[in-house]
């Protein structure tokens, strides 16, 4: 259990690609911090608001043990540790609080570029690579194909030229990856972009007002924005 605090905290991605448009936007809801470039930890000036810099796919676990409130991340992420807590009989403990409007990406199956693709049935029996198997393994379940999933945690698009899987489920930005390892992009299995994450459960009344002030901003920040 952790001990009562009334002060916010908010995680976020110390870098990648919503590291910069995460701080940016936080930064535009009045928020600052007495930092240190390299501190994982940004004690909150402005507000009783601060600022924890980790690798995105821990934010979700972090909100579900309550070490954070709040978290910037992709859904793609939000969206694959909730399935794998579903799987595992556990209750959800985060949800989407807001989509954000950067960071967009899907999650796409990918052939290579010599198929011809025909549908999902092509993938039965089939080994397809990738980081998001919860995802995945639901994604196949409603199809009604069974596949291998082969579960990679990086690279995934060199999989089906090492002759590791036929195919791979990977996040497709640009497209560039893809295209760099003559693979296409067939089916999407998920629209994804930068969401505020939050518990599923209420806040307590400290944080809970922090965190209404720190939406309300937002919302004001996003309408300005779109
Ligand atoms: C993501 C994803 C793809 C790539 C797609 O990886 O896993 O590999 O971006 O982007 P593109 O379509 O613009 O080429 P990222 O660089 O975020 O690193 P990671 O796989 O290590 O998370
Ligand atoms: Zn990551
Ligand atoms: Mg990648």
Known sequence: NTPARDRLRIAIQ???RLADPARALLTSCGLSWRESRDRLFCYGESLPVDLLLVRDDDI????????????IVGRNVLLEQGYDRVVNGNPPAFREWRALGFGGCRLALAVPDGW????????AGKRIAT???ASLTRWLAEQGIDAKVVLLSGSVEIAPRLGQADAICDLVSSGATLAANQLKPVTTLLESEAVLA?????????????????????????????
């Open 131 to 133: 980081s998001y198997p």
């Open 14 to 16: 110390k870098s990648g």
């Open 60 to 71: 979700p676990g972090l909100i579900a043990e309550g070490v954070c409130d709040l978290g």
């Open 198 to 226: 939050g518990p599923a459960e209420p806040l307590d009344a400290t944080r809970g007002e922090l965190a209404d002030l720190l939406l309300r901003r937002l919302d004001g920040a996003l309408r300005i924005r779109h």
């Open 116 to 123: 011809d693709w025909q549908g999902p049935e092509q993938l």
